[in-house]
């Protein structure tokens, strides 16, 4: 069996290192990425929360205006 040196192992050692930093900087870039499209998201949720009220109100304003309209033309 062949005898493995300080000189090898710390070599070895610095390339999983090396490897190892690597991949946290590609994981930083997912993790940022997960991130920012978890505050799109929140941040479409609260656009439905508002957009929904306004719907119903321009739903309501739309059948209200129709009744109107047709009201008129009978």
Same mark, same amino acid.
């Given at each position: 069996?062949?005898?493995?040196?300080?000189?090898?192992?710390?070599?070895?050692?610095?390339? $999983?290192?090396?490897? $190892?930093?690597?991949?946290?900087?590609?994981?930083?870039? $997912?993790? =940022?990425? %997960?991130? /920012? *499209? *978890? !505050? =799109? %998201?929140? $941040?479409?949720? @609260?656009?439905?929360?508002?957009?929904?009220?306004?719907?119903?109100? !321009? /739903? %309501?304003?739309?059948?209200? @205006?129709? /009744?109107?309209?047709?009201?008129?033309?009978?």
């Amino acid at each position: 069996m062949e005898e493995v040196t300080h000189a090898q192992i710390y070599e070895r050692l610095c390339e $999983v290192e090396a490897k $190892v930093d690597k991949l946290d900087k590609n994981t930083e870039a $997912v993790v =940022a990425a %997960f991130n /920012a *499209a *978890a !505050g =799109a %998201f929140t $941040v479409l949720e @609260w656009l439905a929360r508002v957009v929904k009220p306004v719907l119903v109100i !321009g /739903a %309501f304003c739309g059948a209200i @205006w129709l /009744a109107i309209d047709n009201k008129l033309h009978q």
